[in-house]
C-alpha cells in the first residue's frame, strides 16, 4: 500500500520542477514565516508610531528615516573634513592606546576618509563601543576575525533567501539579516585590530590569509544578495507562472484575448524572460564588484603616496598640501558614495520600499559608467602625484 505525499512535499516537488535552477531549489522556496510575524507583523505596521501619522507605510517611514540620515551625515561630514583640514594623516594613522575610545574624526587615515557613511558614522562606531563595553574579544580571544567573517558569509547566504521570497515581509527581513551581516563585516576588524594590537588604526593588511577571507566572504555576500533579487524577479515576472497572487486564470486568458473583464479592460501582465532579468541584476552586480575592487585599489595608491613618511622637509609638506587640494578631497568624497558597500546599502532601499525593479532598470549603465569613469579620473590623478612627489 503507498502512502500519499503530504501537502509539503507536492510544494516541495512542484517548486523543484519550477526552479530555473533545480540545484538550488532551497534557495528558491519560501523562507519560514516566524520571522516574518515577529518583524514585520501586520497589525504593527498599521499602527501609527507614537501617533505620527508619517509612519503609517513604509514608503513614508523610509523618506523619513533617509531624511534624518542624510542629514546625520552631512552634519558628520562637516565635522570631519574641517578637522582633517589640520591634520596630518601620516603621524594621526598610528595606532591608538589601548584603552582610547573611538571617534570617527580621530585616527584618520585615507581609508577612513573614503570609507562610506553608514559604516563610518554607524556601524563602525556601534561596533568599536559594543566592544569596549562588552571586551569581547578580549574575553572571547578564541574566536578569531576569521570565524566572524564565515558567520556574516552564511547570515549574507540567509538574506538572500529572504529577499528571494515573493513576500514583501520576508524581503524586509532579508534587509535587516544583511545589515547585521554588515555589522559583523565591521566586528571582525574590531576584534583584528584588537588582538593584533593596532586598536584604531584603519587601514587594509594585504598579502595575510585574513585579507583574503575577509574579502572573499564580503564578496559573497554581495553575491548571495544578488541571487536573491533574481530569484525574486524570476518569480515575479515569469511568463509561465501558474501561481498568481493577484490574478485569476480567467483575468488572465482575459488579458492575452483583449477581452473585458467586470467592466473593466484587463492590461497584460508584464513578464520577462530569465535571460534578460539575469542580465539586469548582472549588470548591478558588476557594478559592486567594480566599485569594490577599484575603490580598494585606490585606496592603496593613495595610502602610498598620503601615509608614506617623506625625508625632504619640502616634499613632506607638498605632500600635505596635495593631500589636502580640493582635488583630493573631491575625488575622496565621490569614492564615499560610490565604493561598493555604499552601493549595497543602496540597494536595500528599494527592496524595503518594493521598488528593486524601478531601480535596477534606472542605474543599469549610468552607474557603471560613472564608477568606471571615476576610477581612470582617479588613476590620471594618482600619476599626476607620484610625478610630482618623485614617488
Not at 77 to 94: C, G, P, Q, T
Not at 238 to 261: I, M, N, R, Y
Not at 289 to 314: N, S
Not at 344 to 370: A, G, H, M, R
Request: hydrophobic share 45%; net charge positive.
Amino acid at each position: 500500500m503507498t502512502e500519499k505525499a503530504g501537502p509539503a512535499a507536492g510544494t516541495l516537488k512542484n517548486a523543484h520542477a519550477f526552479c530555473p535552477c533545480p540545484q538550488l531549489t532551497a534557495y528558491w522556496t519560501p523562507p519560514p514565516s516566524w520571522p516574518r510575524r515577529i518583524c514585520c507583523c501586520e497589525t504593527l505596521s498599521k499602527m501609527s508610531f507614537l501617533g505620527l501619522s508619517v509612519f503609517r507605510d513604509a514608503k513614508t517611514t523610509c523618506i523619513f528615516v533617509g531624511l534624518i540620515l542624510i542629514t546625520y551625515y552631512f552634519i558628520m561630514d562637516i565635522i570631519l573634513f574641517m578637522r582633517f583640514r589640520n591634520v596630518d594623516i601620516v603621524a594621526d594613522s598610528k595606532p591608538g592606546a589601548p584603552d582610547e575610545l573611538y571617534s570617527p574624526f580621530t585616527h584618520l587615515s585615507v581609508k577612513a576618509l573614503m570609507n562610506d557613511h553608514t559604516s563610518q558614522y554607524i556601524i563602525s562606531p556601534s561596533a568599536e563601543y559594543f566592544d569596549t563595553l562588552t571586551q569581547f574579544s578580549t574575553r572571547f580571544s578564541f574566536i578569531t576575525p576569521n570565524i566572524i567573517s564565515f558567520t556574516h558569509l552564511f547570515l549574507g547566504l540567509l538574506s538572500g533567501k529572504f529577499v528571494a521570497s515573493e513576500n514583501l515581509h520576508d524581503r524586509r527581513v532579508g534587509v535587516v539579516i544583511f545589515q547585521i551581516r554588515s555589522w559583523l563585516d565591521a566586528f571582525d576588524g574590531v576584534v583584528f585590530r584588537s588582538q593584533s594590537g593596532t586598536h584604531l588604526q584603519f587601514q587594509s593588511v594585504r598579502a595575510t590569509t585574513g585579507y583574503y577571507v575577509d574579502t572573499t566572504c564580503d564578496a559573497l555576500g554581495g553575491v548571495f544578495l544578488c541571487f536573491g533579487i533574481l530569484f525574486y524577479l524570476w518569480k515575479r515576472f515569469d511568463p509561465v507562472k501558474q501561481d498568481l497572487p493577484t490574478w485569476s486564470k480567467a483575468q488572465e486568458a482575459a488579458s492575452k484575448t483583449g477581452l473585458v473583464s467586470n467592466g473593466h479592460s484587463v492590461a497584460p501582465r508584464e513578464t520577462y524572460s530569465i535571460k534578460y532579468l539575469f542580465w539586469k541584476v548582472f549588470c548591478y552586480g558588476l557594478c559592486l564588484a567594480c566599485a569594490g575592487k577599484f575603490w580598494d585599489l585606490v585606496v592603496g595608491d593613495f595610502k602610498e603616496i598620503f601615509q608614506t613618511p617623506l625625508k625632504d622637509p619640502k616634499m613632506s609638506m607638498l605632500q600635505f598640501e596635495l593631500c589636502h587640494s580640493t582635488t583630493t578631497v573631491v575625488l575622496f568624497y565621490l569614492w564615499r558614495i560610490l565604493e561598493g558597500q555604499a552601493l549595497l546599502q543602496y540597494i536595500l532601499i528599494p527592496i524595503i520600499i518594493d521598488k528593486i525593479w524601478e531601480f535596477l532598470n534606472y542605474t543599469q549603465y549610468i552607474l557603471l559608467s560613472v564608477i568606471v569613469g571615476l576610477y581612470i579620473v582617479s588613476l590620471l590623478y594618482i600619476r599626476h602625484l607620484r610625478t610630482v612627489l618623485n614617488l
